[in-house]
């Protein structure tokens, strides 16, 4: 029993639980058998919305030096395969973006005409308070600037053949890997449990949640479809049992649905990718934080079907054929650039849902708020995702043991 209660995956549904239950009864003003003020309510939820910017600031502040902490130093150990790897996870996270989002697009136009889905995206909901002070620390440098050093600076120093930045990369790479595992993942936590309290008293989940019940439902079938797919062809490039690392992804998956955000994930998944043993160590190094930038399959594939729904809802049709395949193939190129942050895939494609499919200021609208409702579970299928191409990557250019 002490061992479970010690049990990552154990903390973090707790997180989910009792964050859950105390927003919930903030949202009523009755926490058990004490009533409470709606003042009171606020300062409360104020003090843990507090907490949760603090610890998001604290995690994201992580994130681009983890990113240029793995990349760099996992190229220099590629040595001449290091040009072919990035071409590879850059060509198979598109391909798995627009595969997952074709997988959507055959769904709806199967199955949106047969439902009878109302819209309601006007659904009364708390304020969070302000802040009760604001710590902000920005990063270093933005997530794709790290993600361009590391990919350069790791390039260069594999073509001058630097052995003293070499090691100072590996260096670093430790340094990285005691940051994430003394600091990031003991806070993993308390981010979520502040994260859910905020959702369950805003009545993101509680109160909007049924409106569109059926709709997520189905994406998150599409989600557990698409990763059977990736991970089957990972098992088969790769020759090895794919379930060894799918069953290792379970914080990691938890973890992704509390943060609704890959690069937030990522000290998480990474250690859920070098636990599994079922990858090579520079493999996972490489391929795991590249793919929380550029991997957002279990987005792409909600965006599509969310986009086709919304457009049956207020324009009364689904789009044209040839429209979803423009949009589809254009979406696939904005989500390898998108940032991995809660709402990355839709917020940089809402330039073409407004252009190719042609929706409006109240399109746009409700997209964004039943985008948000299932967010943390797009997330996921992302994260989880990154682990396929992973186990391909390592079946492609797998070393002599």
């Avoid at 987005?299 to 969310?306: A, H, K, N």
């Amino acid at each position: 029993m002490a061992k479970i209660r010690e049990s990552l995956i154990f903390k973090l549904l707790l997180g989910v639980f009792i964050g859950l239950i105390v927003g919930y009864f903030l949202d009523v003003k009755k926490l058990g058998f004490i009533s409470i003020t709606s003042k009171n309510a606020e300062s409360v939820i104020g003090v843990i919305n507090t907490i949760k910017f603090i610890l998001g600031q604290i995690i994201n502040f992580t994130i681009p030096l983890i990113i240029l902490g793995f990349i760099a130093p996992a190229i220099t150990k590629m040595k001449a395969n290091a040009s072919k790897m990035l071409g590879t996870m850059l060509v198979m996270a598109y391909f798995s973006s627009i595969g997952a989002a074709f997988l959507s697009m055959v769904a709806g136009y199967a199955i949106i005409p047969k439902l009878n889905i109302v819209a309601n995206s006007e659904i009364a909901k708390n304020v969070i308070p302000k802040l009760i002070f604001k710590v902000e620390i920005p990063p270093v440098f933005s997530v794709m600037t790290a993600l361009v050093l590391a990919l350069f600076l790791g390039l260069a120093v594999v073509w001058t053949e630097s052995k003293t930045f070499e090691k100072l990369l590996d260096e670093l790479n430790n340094i990285m890997l005691k940051i994430v595992y003394k600091i990031i993942i003991p806070i993993l936590p308390f981010f979520i449990a502040s994260t859910f309290t905020t959702l369950a008293y805003e009545g993101e989940i509680i109160k909007q949640f049924p409106v569109f019940l059926k709709v997520i439902i189905i994406v998150l079938v599409g989600h557990f479809v698409w990763l059977t797919v990736l991970y089957t062809i990972g098992g088969i490039v790769s020759g090895k049992n794919p379930f060894k690392l799918l069953k290792s992804y379970g914080p990691a998956y938890l973890t992704a649905v509390g943060t609704m955000s890959s690069a937030a994930t990522l000290p998480m998944a990474l250690s859920c990718a070098k636990k599994s043993g079922a990858l090579d160590e520079d493999i996972a190094d490489f391929a795991i934080p590249l793919g929380s930038t550029i991997h957002l399959c279990g987005s792409v594939l909600t965006e599509v079907f969310f986009v086709m729904t919304v457009s049956k809802i207020l324009y009364g049709n689904v789009p044209s054929l040839g429209t979803m395949i423009l949009f589809i193939i254009l979406l696939g190129i904005f989500a390898v650039g998108a940032p991995g942050v809660p709402g990355g895939t839709v917020m940089a494609s809402l330039g073409i849902i407004i252009s190719v499919i042609g929706f409006k200021e109240e399109g746009t609208g409700l997209m964004l708020t039943i985008f948000a409702l299932q967010d943390s579970f797009g997330t996921a299928c992302n994260v989880v995702g990154d682990g396929a191409l992973a186990l391909i990557l390592n079946g492609i250019f797998k070393k002599d043991r």
